[in-house]
């Protein structure tokens, strides 16, 4: 199974605040469920909350949730308590899967992950939520528009998608 993260962060590596994003970008929303789509994605409990309850569950996905809640409920969603439990359950119905958040869950699930789909968003944005460091370990393969160039959203934010590839095991 290929172990997919994708996230937006911006040029401090902060990825959201106070259980929100910190930019208007639809261009990298549409990106993102066009990405994930057909695939199951792995969220923890706060990321699920995160959504509005018109999006939840995220169509055409299975949405698996980590909790340590026994108690939690995520109508649409199969809720596990661990990532490894996630996993198995992403396994059994796919050869990719997608971690989506969010902090927390990103950094588990960091040394078993196989490829970074990250959105940088060209602002400095101080968050409470931060992405994980990317490291030598990983290369870029891909990405868009090309090195040290930009989109420009039609909200004045600029972006580009980076794809890192593991080149080694830390």
């Known amino acids: ?3 997919r993260s994708i996230w937006a962060q911006s040029r401090t590596g902060a990825i959201g605040a106070d259980g929100g994003m910190l930019w208007d970008l639809p261009e990298d929303m549409a990106y993102f469920a066009r990405t994930t789509s057909g695939a199951p994605v792995v969220m923890g409990r706060k990321t699920w909350l ?9 169509p055409n996905r299975t949405n698996i949730v980590i909790t340590r809640d026994l108690d939690f409920e995520a109508p649409g969603a199969q809720v596990v308590h661990s990532l490894p439990d996630a996993l198995r359950v992403a396994a059994a119905e796919s050869d990719v899967v997608w971690v989506i958040g969010g902090a927390e869950i990103y950094a588990q ?3 078993l992950v196989d490829e970074l789909w990250v959105t940088d968003v060209d602002m400095d944005a101080a968050g409470d939520a931060y992405a994980p460091r990317i490291g030598p370990e990983w290369t870029v393969s891909r990405a868009d528009p090309g090195p040290a160039q930009w989109h420009t959203s039609r909200t004045g934010t600029r972006y580009r998608f980076v ?5 080694s095991r830390p």
């Open 50 to 58: 995160s959504f509005p309850d018109r999006f939840r569950p995220l």
């Open 109 to 111: 699930a960091m040394p």
């Open 163 to 167: 794809v890192y590839h593991r080149v």
């Open 1 to 3: 199974m290929v172990i």
